[in-house]
């Protein structure tokens, strides 16, 4: 129990008070959700959008708003829930309706 203990004071010092960052992510997904019909996102799509609240609700109620993990944890999640390939020359294909 002494391990649990100690990342959640390891995760507090980083992102802040957790209740401080639910209340945030919260309020950011009821924006993005309460008025679209449940069918209007994927499951793909409206679990990368739940997972980016997160994270931008850790940056706003954080220590440290340029830990770099935040940030390439929201492209990384933009990247599957857009089902975004990219092709050899560099450019990006959205693939979403597939």
Request: glycine share 10%; hydrophobic share 30%.
């Amino acid at each position: 129990m002494s391990d649990i203990k100690q990342t959640i004071a390891q995760r507090g010092e980083q992102y802040g008070d957790f209740t401080d960052t639910a209340i945030t992510a919260q309020k950011m997904k009821g924006l993005l959700f309460d008025d679209v019909p449940d069918d209007f996102y994927t499951p793909r799509q409206r679990e990368a959008l739940e997972m980016i609240c997160t994270k931008l609700a850790r940056i706003s109620t954080g220590n440290n708003p340029s830990y770099e993990d935040n940030w390439r944890d929201i492209a990384g999640y933009a990247v599957l829930g857009g089902n975004l390939t990219e092709v050899d020359d560099g450019t990006r294909n959205c693939t979403s309706g597939q």
